[in-house]
């Protein structure tokens, strides 16, 4: 009974594997699972007659399947397994003494020899199969296992002196290179990291009236003994450094105006009326006195005088909100500081005309100098084609007037605009936290694509110009001094997602100062940051212009960085599954999509976005060492399906019937956008892993030194088993002068450290909730804490929570 029934799974089975290989055939595929089907057919009836030939056939499927994936694909034992791991299961239920006894006995001349007959055959396939399995079991699918340099330059840069006991910027610093100078945590003492303290914010569950999405994505800044933090409804909190321990909170009571819109931010910014910068021309004219009294500034700001500095806010914290207001307290007391606008507050939406309510946000920490604080903004992307604009603003520090704007779509973008005039709609905007060298007087701004961004729609000159750049403004009154574009003619939502991170390299003997910029295509652009100009290579590569959507068109070339991350194209080997059966339906959906390569033409017909929407990289950036001057960053791949749905008119829903959010609507545009990560029916990606990986880089000659994958599937699935098959990952790095790398955005709910010199694992530890945030570390009361926000991240659906961990060295230390 047991092969008879065997018998009949294996020739449904192999019934569907022979249907859907012949259809991958006919679209050009392989014509192995026409082999594999067939020859499960063929078992499958074998069984159901109980012939004991079913067993040598079976066993020859299996020697013939397991050299056909080592030819696809190597030594790779994520990619081997769905080749052969089903199959194998099934010839190790074939050998079971139940199977055997329902079969016709075999030849006389072959009863004696038992196991030399079909079912020996089979019995060695399977064992081949399984020790074929620990073989490729430690296989380096990306071959990249050097040594970074052990140091560079002798002694810091003067530029980028990195925080000690503090950590008083996003990035730790303005030049936003996520590196700390402290070192008693080191490679060979972080395995004895334990958890110190743990603050719990409150916000786990959002409120039934909460928007969507909900991000926590915050890295604290520590000043003194006094550890900040924002939550996901914009709330400030003050910690004792040393214990976790409340000391105040300050509540902005945030107002939320759509569905779409994001419960994030990411962080504070922080100014000290107390640490002077040092000084240079540039610096004088980035800081002179700001004037309030103009008719571009905000109405909250134009009846607040400059003012000397008082004890109180002598020590700021500013806050940018999602319901756009830039506000700033006491970090002393938390409590407003009242003369920065109106009651310590000024309207961001002010100039900006009319904004429909949550579609104009800020979500990352304004950048803060000496005496402004400069912010971005984040749009409500790809939902209408009616946006706000995405003007730059500089704004007076203590005061809160308005010092200079940038609004790309005026014939004179710094001028200020005429009573009644509105900043220019639809631009793009700069939603990832800016940069800023004081010592050269400019901010650095990672701008963004316009929105619908996969259409021609409404995109001005100035939108062409700028779409996707690179943008270095004066500190002094926001002129343009230069810009870089990254993707020429955006269509697939390539922003520039991260920071751009400063450092002064040293090439050929010279000190250049650099600005590194990684993008959502994987290229990491490394340019001179005072002029613009690359300072690793840069090449044109030709790319398809055809079979875009009807009146679209597309650049016939796209800048290409001599150091990227940008994956291998994808081919039907690198398509994976659970099983040999989702395997093939990937198989059959990649060859049935339109697929050119990183910068295929979008249309009607389903296709391939690989690198997709998440990106190489997205806003945590990438962790660079100024010392060594290398770079450690965390690429991920994985692949979207794209397609545009024709709208019947402009105001329908036509990819999000049923569902409060509206991403992809681009209501107003003729086409809404299907925007999906190319999953198979089971669950799993259609590519191959990994899917993320960490990696270190020697800057001054651009060399990928080591590169392994990073992160298994705990938290992922149903079964929480732990493969380290290298996940995605959000949230940036953190080096440490000790050698040490920390980073905790895996989705895998892990907080791990590295070697810096060779990317070795050192340590990890489980957090309570997704970790999806930049580490960040100080020292008080000589001992040095690693902290991390682990609150979750919605879109990457990873545990929600509402975690702030330290870690630290046992006191002997």
Known sequence: MFAIITGYFLAIFGALLLAGGIWLALLGGTLAYVGLGAGWLISGVL?????????GVYALLLILTLIWALFEVGLDRWALLPRYALFSLFGLWLLMPWIDRALHPAPESLRAHGWFGARGALAVTVCLALVLGLVSLGKDPFGIAGSLPATANAEMPDASSAPDADWTAYGGNGYGQRYSSLKQI?????????????????EKKTAPHDPTESTSEDTPLKIGDTLYLCTTHDRIVALNAATGKKLWEYDPHIKYGHD????TCRGLGYHSATVPTPVTPAVLAANAPVQPATSTAPASASSSAAAPVTAQCAQRLVLATIDARLVEVDAKTGKPCMGFGHDGEVNLLTNMGKVKPGYYMETSPPTVTRKLVVVGASIND????????????????????????????????????????????????????????EHLGMVYVPLGNVSPDQLDIRRSPAAEKYGSAIVALSLADGHVVWYFQAVHHDHWDRDNPA?????????????????????????????????GKPILPVTNIRTPTEGGAPGDRYSPVQPESS???MPRPLTGADMWGASPFDQLWCRIRFKKATYEGPYTPLSTHPAIAYPGQL???????????????????????????FQLKPRPNPTANVVTKGKQEHFNENYGAPYAAILKPFLSPLGPPCQQPPWGAIAGVDLRDGKITWMHRNGNTRDRGKVPIPFEMGVPGFGGPLITAGGVVFYSGTIDGTFRAYDETTGQQLWQAGLPAGGQATPMTYSVDGRQYVVVMAGGHGSAGTRLGDSVAAYSLPAAH
């Open 47 to 55: 069984l159901i007659l109980r012939r004991r030939a079913a067993l």
């Open 186 to 202: 080191t490679a060979s003492n972080v395995h004895e990291l334990k958890l110190a303290w743990t603050y719990h914010t409150g």
């Open 260 to 263: 779409n819109q994001h419960l």
């Open 382 to 437: 790809n939902n209408s084609v009616d946006n706000p604009s995405g003007v730059i603003r500089a704004f007076d520090i203590e005061t809160g007037a308005l010092a200079w704007h940038w609004d790309m779509g005026k014939p004179d973008p710094n001028a200020p605009l005429k009573p009644g005039e509105t900043y220019t709609p639809n631009t793009p905007p700069a939603w990832p936290p800016l940069s800023v060298d």
């Open 499 to 531: 920071q751009p991170t400063l450092v002064d390299l040293t090439i050929d003997g010279a000190t250049e100062p650099a600005l590194v910029q990684p993008t959502k295509q994987g290229d990491v652009y490394v340019l001179n940051r005072r002029t």
């Open 563 to 565: 150091l990227s991350f």
């Open 615 to 641: 990106g190489v990289f997205d806003w945590g950036g990438v962790a660079i060492d100024p010392v060594r001057q290398v770079m450690i960053a965390t690429p991920v791949h994985m692949a979207y399906l």
